[in-house]
């Protein structure tokens, strides 16, 4: 008998979570034998772990977006999962890995000058008003990105941490490959759409699960205001960003006795109406709660109060 090995080769940059040797056995890592003590972290231990079944799908209108998910990060179980595998374009929720990124290799102290590229945007474009040349830190740049989900902010903190956008977004795959994240690949930091630049509701609750243990990312976050103080032209700007999260500027109302505490919205005509939310339940329990694609804004809050209330208590 013969026995055919298929191998599939990776970036050798970026090492896989699960490495392993190929000539080790199980008694090795402490797993088979009765005697075995072992202090082997295996990768999963501390998530919530879901197939490719659908979750606790009933009771809810889940008709209206394309894939949902909710995750109980404290108990590490999975609530509700509808399509949580597929791929899906996350628009400006991209930004939540931008931001991760900038919090693991940059200094948010740091100040950077803005380029002309940054500031190159569409006319219908979500942005700070940043001009080329104005000075800004980079902590002020990722409440931009994250309050204002501001592109031209995005293309700012890439160029100021990693020197270009391209290598910025190499560093932001090869992070989400390390926590994970396989069915995801960006090519922007900003979340414009393009056909190669997807992730899964899956993924995102991966990313995001990672990030929160940030404490520069948390902050981030969870802001619902921020006033930023830089220079243009010479001249003291100050700019006051609220959240585009509609719980936390007061226009949606959560469920009773859930405390909404961050989130990030994101929408694009291919990637729908899009929200990653942190909030806690009743029990005080934290819940990462995800919609992507939904088919107008009010239904996105529609679904996520669903889910929220019916399933996550």
Same mark, same amino acid.
């Given at each position: 008998? &013969? ?29 088979? /034998? ?35 998910? *909710? ?43 803005? &380029? ?9 474009? @979500? ?30 903190? *890439?160029?100021?941490? /990693? ?49 929160? #243990?940030?404490? #520069? ?7 619902? @205001?921020?006033? *930023?103080?830089?220079? &243009? ?36 005509? *291919? ?17 990462? @709660? ?7 804004? &009010? ?15």
């Amino acid at each position: 008998m &013969s026995i055919a090995l298929c191998l599939l080769g990776c970036s050798k940059e970026v090492e896989s979570p699960a490495k392993y040797n190929v000539y080790d056995n199980s008694a090795m890592y402490g797993i088979t /034998s009765a005697k075995s003590s072992s202090n082997v972290n295996f990768f999963a231990k501390n998530l919530c772990v879901i197939g490719t079944d659908d979750v606790e799908v009933s009771d809810v209108d889940s008709f209206v977006a394309s894939s949902a998910g *909710a995750f109980n990060i404290d108990k590490q179980t999975v609530n509700y999962a509808q399509s949580v595998h597929e791929k899906m374009y996350p628009a400006s929720t991209t930004k939540i890995m931008t931001a991760y990124v900038a919090c693991l290799y940059g200094d948010l102290d740091e100040y950077y000058t803005v &380029s002309p590229l940054a500031v190159d945007q569409a006319s219908d474009s @979500s942005v700070c008003e940043l001009k080329a040349g104005d000075v800004i830190s980079l902590r002020d740049l990722l409440y931009g990105l994250m309050l204002r989900s501001g592109n031209d902010a995005a293309i700012a903190i *890439a160029e100021g941490v /990693s020197g270009d956008v391209e290598s910025f977004v190499e560093l932001m795959n090869k992070t989400a490959q390390s926590i994970g994240a396989t069915n995801t690949n960006f090519v922007n930091p900003n979340g414009l759409h393009d056909e190669n630049h997807y992730t899964s509701v899956y993924d995102m609750y991966l990313m995001l699960n990672t990030a929160l #243990d940030n404490p #520069d990312f948390y902050s981030v976050f969870t802001a619902k @205001s921020y006033t *930023a103080n830089y220079t &243009s032209a010479g001249a003291a700007v100050t700019k006051d960003w609220n959240s585009t999260n509609q719980y936390l500027s007061g226009n949606i109302n959560a469920p009773k006795d859930f405390t909404i505490l961050g989130g990030k919205t994101g929408t694009t005509g *291919a990637a729908g109406y899009c929200l990653v939310l942190l909030s806690e339940n009743p029990n005080k329990d934290r819940i990462i @709660s995800i919609v992507f694609n939904a088919d107008c804004r &009010s239904n996105l809050y529609l679904l996520m109060n669903e889910v929220l209330s019916n399933k996550c208590r």
